[in-house]
């Protein structure tokens, strides 16, 4: 299946888990693909896994918090795509702690990246969007969007935040063909996670060690299967992202193993 033979592609935190992931997806499909992370050794790990569909993989270090980088990351992208067909915006932390705890600045430091960072990119790509075939855009929610996830209450509100941007985008760019829409992932052993549900230790840092671990126990896949990988949520980003959901937009798809009934 090429779904992607022929379609220019730009793929935020493609360094690591869902991002690596989804790049690595478009590329067997036949996609262009510009990666974008702030770590080099990240971006140098896809390359590595690309193997002989990397002549067409381009790597961008670009940090979506910060304008004068997403400006020219995107500049760099477009300069090797020509055009950009579609944006999928997976880059993102997780930091988890007692909201009293919360300071100010770490509490602007996860808005600033899940979301200013995804607004800035998209900001930044919808002129070349505008000109693409079948644009679209792919956000990265997250089931604390909807549902509670105790001590990270800055992660819901960036991630409740994406959601509803999304929904506000896709109306607001309907007339010019551009389709947007944003995947909840849950359950899913990523870049941020460690497996358990805990962040990386190069994500942040984790629970705190009095954490009230009977407030997780609904989190668990309702499939039986324990975590899964992020190719779980790579095809159905690399499915809203091309022509096979050319009639949706405006909407959230969860994948998480049926954590949230």
Same mark, same amino acid.
């Given at each position: ?12 935190? +493609?360094?690591?888990?869902? &991002?690596? #992931?989804?790049? %690595?997806?478009? !590329? ?5 693909? /510009?990666? =974008? ?30 304008? +004068?980088?997403?400006?020219? &990351?995107? #500049?760099?992208? %477009?300069?090797? !795509? ?5 944006? /999928?915006? =997976? ?171």
């Amino acid at each position: 299946m090429n779904r992607y033979e022929g379609r220019r592609v730009l793929v935020t935190g +493609a360094g690591s888990g869902i &991002g690596q #992931a989804t790049t %690595l997806r478009m !590329l067997a499909e036949g996609g262009r693909i /510009v990666a =974008a992370d702030m770590s080099a050794d990240g971006l140098a790990d896809t390359v590595a896994k690309a193997g002989a569909a990397a002549d067409r993989l381009h790597t961008v270090i670009l940090n979506i918090s910060d304008e +004068a980088s997403v400006k020219a &990351g995107v #500049a760099d992208a %477009l300069a090797f !795509l020509g055009g950009l067909d579609a944006l /999928v915006n =997976a880059a993102g932390i997780l930091r988890s702690s007692h909201t009293h705890d919360t300071t100010l600045d770490a509490f602007e430091q996860v808005l600033r990246v899940n979301l200013v960072g995804t607004f800035l990119m998209i900001r930044e790509t919808i002129p070349a969007l505008r000109t693409g075939n079948g644009p679209a855009v792919v956000n990265f929610s997250s089931t604390s969007a909807q549902f509670a996830h105790p001590y990270m209450a800055a992660y819901a509100a960036s991630k409740g935040g994406v959601q509803s941007m999304t929904h506000a985008l896709a109306a607001e760019y309907s007339t010019d063909g551009i389709r947007f829409n944003s995947v909840q992932p849950g359950s899913i052993s990523s870049g941020m996670t460690d497996g358990s549900g805990q962040s990386k230790q190069n994500a942040g840092p984790g629970l705190p060690e009095d954490a009230n671990f009977a407030l997780f126990a609904k989190l668990s896949p309702a499939l039986g299967q324990g975590f899964a990988g992020p190719e779980a949520v790579a095809s159905v980003v690399a499915m809203l992202a091309s022509d096979d959901a050319s009639f949706v937009t405006g909407t959230e798809v969860r994948i998480d193993g049926g954590t949230h009934y």
